[in-house]
């Protein structure tokens, strides 16, 4: 198993762009995450998926939308890409655990740069 | 709403030194507690996890108690090795069994010396 891939690893766009990044998972897990990792800040969560076809907002969604077509994919767009948004991206999954709690696996990260 | 505090980095001892890092919290309900490590240029990765007072995660050779009566998930390790080099993030998930995320601490940046 390959486990949580993102594509690409590492990006610059000049403010104004537009980009997706892909999230990949072949754990068959239902839940689907996508944080952002800013210095000094932990993990901040952007939005999530509960399955296919279904979005929610998380803490810091402005900005981003998301899609999940299918299980395995969730990908995460800047429409229109601002020097805030510079920042390293994680996606993760994860599946309902006994008692409620839910363990994440993340993926490796995408390293953005927006000038 | 739910945070996480913990102790602020670098923290730098030297190998074979006895580990602590601090992580307290505040939630609404009943949260399980977790704490990933994070190598140099990689994922976040689970350390361990506790999900209720009184248990006790462990994994290689690391250590963490949730103590619901002071808000506490201490992460201990009895003899570090140069290979802990990492950034450590605690984090809790409310009860209720959402699938909302997790919410992290911001991290400790641990440097083991040879």
């Known amino acids: 198993n390959a486990g949580v891939t993102q594509t690409p690893k590492f990006r610059v766009l000049k403010t104004g762009q537009s980009m997706t990044l892909l999230c990949a998972q072949d754990?068959?897990?239902?839940?689907m995450y996508w944080y952002r990792q800013d210095p000094g800040m932990g993990l901040r969560l952007i939005h999530y998926?509960?399955?296919?076809?279904?979005?929610a907002k998380g803490e810091v969604p402005d900005g981003y939308n998301v899609s999940r077509l299918k299980k395995q994919n969730f990908l995460l767009g800047l429409e229109s890409a601002a020097p805030s948004q510079t920042s390293v991206y994680f996606c993760?999954?994860?599946?309902?655990?006994?008692?409620?709690?839910?363990?994440?696996?993340f993926g490796p990260g995408t390293r953005l740069l927006v000038l | 709403g739910d945070s996480v505090t913990q102790m602020e980095g670098p923290v730098t001892l030297s190998e074979e030194a006895f580990l602590t890092i601090n992580c307290t919290y505040t939630?609404?309900?009943?949260?399980?507690l977790f704490w990933y490590v994070q190598y140099p240029g990689e994922g976040l990765q689970l350390l361990l996890k506790?999900?209720?007072?009184?248990d006790k995660g462990s994994n290689k050779g690391f250590e963490a108690t949730y103590r619901k009566e002071t808000t506490s998930f201490h992460l201990e390790k009895g003899s570090v090795q140069v290979s802990d080099s990492a950034v450590y993030f605690c984090?809790?998930?409310?009860?209720?069994?959402?699938?909302?995320?997790?919410?992290f601490g911001k991290g400790t940046h641990l440097i083991i010396q040879p």
């Open positions: 993760a999954s994860s599946i309902q655990g006994a008692g409620g709690f839910q363990t994440q696996y």
């Open positions: 754990m068959n897990h239902e839940y």
């Open positions: 998926s509960v399955g296919e076809g279904t979005t």
């Open positions: 939630a609404t309900g009943y949260p399980s």
């Open positions: 506790a999900t209720k007072a009184d």
């Open positions: 984090a809790l998930k409310d009860s209720g069994g959402g699938a909302d995320g997790l919410t």
